[in-house]
């Protein structure tokens, strides 16, 4: 049953006072799944047999705002921290767009209302005031058998949200739980509807799966339901992509190793993704070398195909940044004959604030070749040599010099432009090499010489 201590005295209060002026109120969807996993709800929706305009009126303007009052919901501020989404129950029309109901209809039962939800699991209500749950599709079974499974048809019910495949491949991916054959057989005959769904929104599961805590296997019921082919056929090329005696994996099973050993974090996770999706076009057989195969310059060639794919995903400027840069630099194989001025560079190359994400991708890497080595084993060495070095000296950036654009125009007597950059690049490649040369005095002489 429902260990009501987690729920909390403001969610209760809530629906005791629906409960008070003569209305239903049952706790809802993915809360109560949570509830009845014993695990703390990220937050909670109600359902309620009273009108929107009625719930806008037991709660006054101040407490509950009309933000869907159209489809019956009405957000009430349980309390300053804790807003609850609180919608009459209703039934609804033929869905046109692959999103929402052309129309709804108020007045509906309680069963109606789980009728038109998505997953079996998702169509529970519980009674918190009389400590009743509604459970008419035998979500507990299958919550107990660790399944998702759709309510009724599931091709209606993914035709109805084109959405509705990718939440069943990411809330198996974050529950550890399996899809229910006839659920997945279903996905494929459903991507008319998927098609319909804006990246934006599919952007948004995507990035729960990969902070999920099995985001390959996420990625894996993707290809085999084949939303990956729909949302990133890049990744597909991988698939019987071989390689060389340094990976047990093709490309694509590697890719999954390497995604499974990445550390949580949307950006992380994303390069570990694409970090060698370029790997297929760059592919080349190594001569002399039956069934050996190289692959120079992928991670140019896959940088340029993660900036397509970023942009098609609507990531932000900075994310898209980011993860366009670790799959770029995720090449380097440092070794201890590297000399400072290369740790200097190297640093200023990736950038000091994507160092600690870069070296995290470089670990998963490792580990994702399938051998068991030790994956922190260079980057720990690594990590000593740039802490001694920015230790020693912190000039990696035209920023850290000790003179600026303004002192090369007086010391050459010169405007702006162009040249005060090159000639900054120049005086900062000089004290990569050598720190002692970064005093004003000696700056500005060779300032002078560049």
Request: glycine share 8%; hydrophobic share 40%.
């Amino acid at each position: 049953m429902v260990d009501r201590k987690l729920i909390p005295d403001d969610v209760l209060a809530l629906c005791r006072r629906l409960r008070e002026a003569g209305h239903q109120a049952h706790l809802v969807g993915g809360g109560v799944r949570d509830l009845l996993l014993g695990r703390a709800p990220a937050d909670f929706d109600v359902a309620t047999s009273a009108h929107p305009d009625e719930v806008m009126r037991l709660f006054g303007q101040r407490y509950a705002i009309p933000t869907g009052l159209q489809h019956g919901t009405v957000t009430v501020l349980a309390s300053e921290e804790r807003p609850v989404e609180v919608t009459t129950y209703r039934g609804e029309g033929e869905y046109l767009d692959g999103r929402r109901p052309s129309s709804v209809h108020f007045g509906a039962t309680l069963e109606e209302d789980l009728a038109r939800r998505d997953f079996t699991m998702n169509a529970i209500a519980y009674d918190p005031i009389d400590d009743v749950l509604a459970d008419p599709f035998a979500g507990r079974a299958d919550l107990a058998a660790r399944l998702v499974r759709a309510v009724g048809d599931p091709v209606a019910r993914f035709r109805e949200d084109g959405l509705r495949p990718m939440r069943a491949v990411r809330q198996a991916a974050q529950l550890g739980f399996t899809i229910d054959p006839p659920t997945a057989a279903a996905i494929p005959a459903a991507l008319d509807s998927f098609r319909k769904v804006s990246a934006e929104r599919i952007r948004d599961e995507l990035c729960k799966l990969l902070a999920s805590s099995e985001p390959a296997r996420g990625i894996e019921l993707m290809r085999q339901s084949d939303l990956l082919g729909e949302v990133i056929p890049e990744l597909l090329e991988g698939v019987g992509c071989t390689q060389n005696h340094f990976h047990r994996f093709d490309v694509y099973h590697h890719t999954l190793a390497t995604l499974d050993s990445a550390a949580p974090g949307v950006v992380l996770r994303l390069g570990a993704l694409l970090h060698d999706v370029g790997k297929p076009r760059a592919r080349q057989p190594r001569e002399g070398a039956p069934g050996e195969y190289t692959f120079f310059r992928h991670e140019y060639v896959g940088a340029e195909m993660t900036e397509g794919i970023c942009q098609r995903l609507k990531l932000s400027t900075a994310e898209r940044e980011d993860v366009t840069a670790l799959v770029a630099n995720h090449m380097f194989y440092y070794t201890p004959d590297w000399s400072d001025g290369t740790i200097r560079r190297f640093v200023r190359r990736v950038g000091s604030d994507r160092l600690p994400a870069l070296l995290a991708l470089r670990q998963a890497d490792i580990a994702g070749r399938g051998f068991g080595e030790d994956p922190g084993k260079e980057t720990r060495e690594l990590e000593e040599r740039i802490g001694k070095v920015a230790a020693a000296d912190a000039a990696l950036q035209v920023k850290d010099l000790a003179i600026d654009g303004r002192d090369v125009m007086r010391v050459l007597g010169i405007g702006p432009g162009r040249q005060i950059g090159v000639v900054l690049g120049r005086l900062l490649e000089r004290v990569l090499d050598d720190p002692s040369l970064n005093t004003r005095e000696t700056l500005e002489r060779l300032a002078r010489e560049a």
